[in-house]
């Protein structure tokens, strides 16, 4: 332990995680596990991103932590672990109500170099070990290193093709096939794109949508995103200052659009994959597509679902709903609510999407109602950034700001969400208070950990309120149990205490399917079997099913998620697959 006089505490704080760095170093040399047990609080975790070994897992407990380091680093050859004070200067934190020193440190390994993220913590005896630690490759030093050996002459060859004919020409992909197929347009995939593209792979997108960024920008005409624009960014491209705080959909629409010209992505818009067989002989796919009613076969090596945590609309089976004489349409093919003014409206659902709506239906005069199905956090969207405090306000970089967020561990995420879930239940107590006197049934996720997890387990069952909960407690937004109601008839609802309710119009904001939903459709029941789940968190990996790693059929990947879980996972796939044409990884899982 450090305690010299005259030092500042940044400056202990430092030399603290120098020595521990050190002596970690030494231990792995020596392979030594009494040693390494010695630097690991007793509830210690390990989450390692591809970084010591081709492995997507964190491993929890001192014992369990120590072999696993041992066994991997010694098979990756891991060494060279350094303080990288350029990225992030050790400072004192507090992460999951634990008071810590984190650190950023560089390493090596035969797979490339690599960095972490460190988090001591004073154990019982007075000694500063390691509660957490993450390992990843550091695509961009390997990115980096392959473009300083491509450098090429500056020299203009007038004869040959402009940059523009470059463009249009490799994107057609008649005479040859892309490495990576990725099916879905939106953040998720698009950032794929850019990834493999950087790394030396072709990629191509294909989207059913008529235009880049149609999938956010035909949603309801509402829809913002619900957390700040600094977790949003995408690599390489920032958004602007002037951009506002919470990011309209077709701001978004049209960023993307620019982005995919401006990062030269190949993207095949107005174009349906149909599904696609895998060849063990060759390790292709051949993949059906119809790109503007004309057909058309591509092979490629690797194909990427993008299709979104919500790319399926959930459709549930509501007993009697038929007899309904109205129009019945799901949240996704809802776009305003002005031509409702007047009219009786019900809503479905009690997530985001149906709050919105409910919202703007009631702002264009609709006589709307609410039903409610399950219960539903709700959090008032400036507490709801609480979750999101790593990105927000002064700091390093995004990019170190990444590395501090994917460095913690699922258990540690669950402590530190926990207590962000009380802090916003208190102050938003007024407000849930309200809610429940309207009847409102509340619930704030697994064990209190929040919105967060919820999104990481079941793709929705929150409410960021930016207005509608307060219709609600005001009576403004009726409120109905869909436990009271007793059927269904041509002009609206029968309830259970013999009262009706008129509609004309049942929206069913009632979520979307997961991301393994078109499996068997897709790509066939065998297929799908060997897969098994997607979304939703492994208890062996402690990460989500089948997620931006390889999976148990060859070349078959998955991306999702919110913006900045595409911006920081979506390398590892460009990592991984450019591994496997290298002949350094299976194709499998």
């Known amino acids: 332990m450090l305690d010299r006089p005259g030092l500042l505490p940044e400056e202990i704080d430092r030399e603290t995680t120098e020595r521990w760095l050190a002596a970690f170093g030494a231990a792995l040399a020596r392979r030594s596990a009494a040693e390494l047990s010695r630097l690991f609080l007793s509830d210690s975790h390990w989450r390692n991103l591809f970084g010591i070994s081709w492995h997507f897992a964190t491993f929890s407990g001192n014992a369990t932590v120590v072999a696993e380091l041992l066994t991997r680093s010694e098979q990756a050859r891991a060494g060279k672990f350094r303080l990288d004070t350029a990225r992030l200067a050790p400072r004192a934190s507090v992460v999951g109500g634990r008071?810590?020193?984190?650190?950023?440190?560089?390493?090596?390994?035969?797979?490339?170099?690599?960095?972490?993220?460190?988090?001591?913590?004073?154990?019982?005896?007075?000694?500063?070990?390691?509660?957490?630690?993450?390992?990843?490759?550091?695509?961009?030093?390997?990115?980096?290193?392959?473009?300083?050996?491509?450098?090429?002459?500056?020299?203009?060859d007038f004869a040959g093709p402009d940059w523009l004919e470059e463009r249009h020409a490799s994107a057609i992909y008649d005479i040859s096939d892309p490495d990576v197929l990725i099916i879905g347009g939106g953040h998720a995939g698009i950032s794929v794109a850019v990834e493999l593209r950087r790394i030396g792979l072709t990629a191509l997108v294909v989207d059913r949508m008529a235009r880049v960024g149609d999938n956010w920008r035909l949603r309801y005409r509402g829809l913002k995103l619900h957390n700040k624009t600094p977790v949003n960014h995408l690599r390489y491209l920032p958004f602007p200052p002037t951009f506002p705080e919470y990011?309209?959909?077709?701001?978004?629409?049209?960023?993307?659009?620019?982005?995919?010209?401006?990062?030269?992505?190949?993207?095949?818009?107005r174009t349906n994959f149909e599904g696609a067989d895998y060849d063990e002989a060759s390790q292709r796919w051949t993949a059906r597509l119809t790109r503007e009613g004309v057909g058309r076969t591509l092979r490629p090596k690797h194909i990427v679902l993008a299709t979104s945590v919500s790319g399926t609309p959930n459709i549930p089976d509501i007993a009697g709903i038929e007899n309904f004489g109205g129009e019945v349409l799901h949240s996704s093919r809802f776009r305003?609510?002005?031509?409702?003014?007047?009219?009786?409206?019900?809503?479905?659902?009690?997530?985001?999407?149906?709050?919105?709506?409910?919202?703007?239906?009631?702002?264009?005069?609709?006589?709307?109602?609410?039903v409610q199905r399950s219960p539903t956090m709700?959090?008032?969207?400036?507490?709801?950034?609480?979750?999101?405090?790593?990105?927000?306000?002064?700091?390093?970089?995004?990019?170190s700001r990444d590395i501090l967020n994917s460095g913690v561990p699922l258990p540690v995420m669950k402590m530190a969400h926990r207590i962000v879930t009380d802090e916003v239940k208190r102050l938003d107590a007024v407000l849930l208070g309200r809610l429940e006197a309207a009847g409102f049934r509340l619930e704030f996720g697994e064990d209190g950990t929040g919105w967060p997890l919820k999104f990481r387990t079941r793709g929705g069952g929150y409410y960021f309120n930016v207005g509608a909960s307060e219709l609600i407690a005001d009576g403004k937004i009726k409120l109905m149990q869909a436990s009271d109601i007793e059927g269904y008839a041509a002009d609206g609802i029968r309830m259970r205490d013999g009262s009706t309710h008129k509609a004309e119009l049942f929206v069913l904001a009632t979520g979307y399917k997961g991301p393994d939903h078109l499996l068997a459709q897709l790509f066939g029941e065998q297929v799908a079997r060997r897969v098994g789940r997607v979304w939703g968190f492994d208890e062996a990996t402690q990460e989500l099913r089948n997620m931006w790693t390889r999976t148990p059929q060859a070349g078959l990947w998955f991306t999702g998620g919110a913006f900045s879980q595409a911006r920081i996972y979506s390398r590892y796939i460009a990592l991984q697959i450019d591994a496997i044409e290298a002949g350094r990884l299976a194709k499998a899982g």
């Not at 797979?111 to 019982?124: C, E, Q, S, V, W």
């Not at 990843?136 to 020299?155: G, K, N, P, Q």
């Not at 009219?343 to 409910?358: A, N």
């Not at 008032?380 to 990105?391: G, H, I, M, S």
């Open 247 to 269: 990011i309209p959909k077709d701001r978004i629409a049209n960023w993307l659009e620019s982005y995919v010209d401006i990062m030269e992505v190949d993207f095949w818009t």
């Open 336 to 370: 305003a609510g002005k031509e409702w003014k007047g009219r009786p409206v019900v809503v479905f659902g009690t997530g985001t999407s149906s709050h919105d709506i409910c919202q703007e239906l009631q702002a264009a005069g609709a006589d709307v109602t609410m």
């Open 99 to 156: 008071d810590v020193v984190e650190a950023i440190f560089t390493f090596e390994c035969v797979n490339g170099p690599g960095y972490g993220a460190i988090r001591l913590a004073r154990d019982a005896d007075g000694e500063m070990r390691a509660w957490t630690i993450s390992t990843s490759l550091d695509f961009d030093a390997i990115c980096a290193a392959r473009e300083a050996d491509a450098a090429t002459s500056h020299v203009r």
């Open 378 to 399: 709700v959090v008032n969207v400036e507490p709801a950034q609480l979750y999101d405090k790593t990105y927000l306000g002064d700091g390093p970089p995004i990019a």
